[in-house]
C-alpha cells in the first residue's frame, strides 16, 4: 500500500511538472513574440520616410520643394498636380502660359522615384524677380497630393494640400 502511494505521489509530481513546463513554455513564446513585435516597430521606425510641400520664397527666386523629413528613404508611389481640371504628374506643366525663358530647376515624380532622407527637390524653382507676380498667380490654388511607402513597402500618411501662391 506504501507503494502504491508512492507511485501515485511519483506520478502525480510528475504530471505536475508537466503541466508547469507546458505553461512557462507558452509564456516564454508569448513573450518572444511580444519582444519580436516591439522590435519590429521600433526596426520600421528607424526607417520611416516624412515627407512635406515647402512654398519656397526667398530674395533670389521662389519655387516648390519637397522634402524628406524622416530617417528613412520615401518611395514615390503617385504624385498629382491639379488646377483647373488639369491634372499632371509635372508641376511645371501647370505653369504652361508663364512665358520663362528657362527655369532654374524642376522635377517630375514619376511612379518609383526614391528621395532618400534628408534630402529635397525642387519640383519648380525661379530666379527671375519680373516674373514673381505672375509665377505666384499661377501657383496660387493648385492642388497636390503625393502617395508614397516605406522600405518594408507600407504606405505613409498621403501629402495633400493647396499652394497658397503668397
Do not use: C
Not at 10 to 32: D, F, K
Request: proline share 4%; hydrophobic share 40%; glycine share 8%.
Amino acid at each position: 500500500m506504501i507503494k502504491q502511494i508512492v507511485e501515485i505521489s511519483t506520478l502525480a509530481v510528475a504530471v505536475l511538472a508537466l503541466v508547469l513546463s507546458s505553461v512557462s513554455y507558452v509564456r516564454e513564446n508569448e513573450r518572444a513574440e511580444t519582444i519580436a513585435e516591439r522590435e519590429e516597430t521600433r526596426a520600421r521606425a528607424q526607417v520611416k520616410p516624412l515627407l512635406y510641400i515647402v512654398e519656397r520664397r526667398y530674395d533670389a527666386g521662389y519655387g516648390v520643394r519637397l522634402k524628406n523629413a524622416g530617417v528613412g528613404p520615401a518611395f514615390i508611389t503617385n504624385a498629382v498636380f491639379q488646377k483647373n481640371g488639369q491634372k499632371t504628374h509635372y508641376l511645371v506643366n501647370l505653369f504652361y502660359g508663364l512665358e520663362v525663358e528657362k527655369w532654374d530647376d524642376y522635377v517630375s515624380l514619376p511612379s518609383g522615384a526614391i528621395l532618400e532622407p534628408g534630402k529635397s527637390w525642387d519640383l519648380v524653382k525661379l530666379s527671375s524677380k519680373d516674373l514673381k507676380p505672375q509665377y505666384l498667380k499661377f501657383e496660387k490654388g493648385i492642388e497636390f497630393e503625393i502617395q508614397y511607402k516605406d522600405i518594408y513597402g507600407n504606405p505613409m500618411e498621403v501629402v495633400k494640400g493647396t499652394l497658397s501662391g503668397e
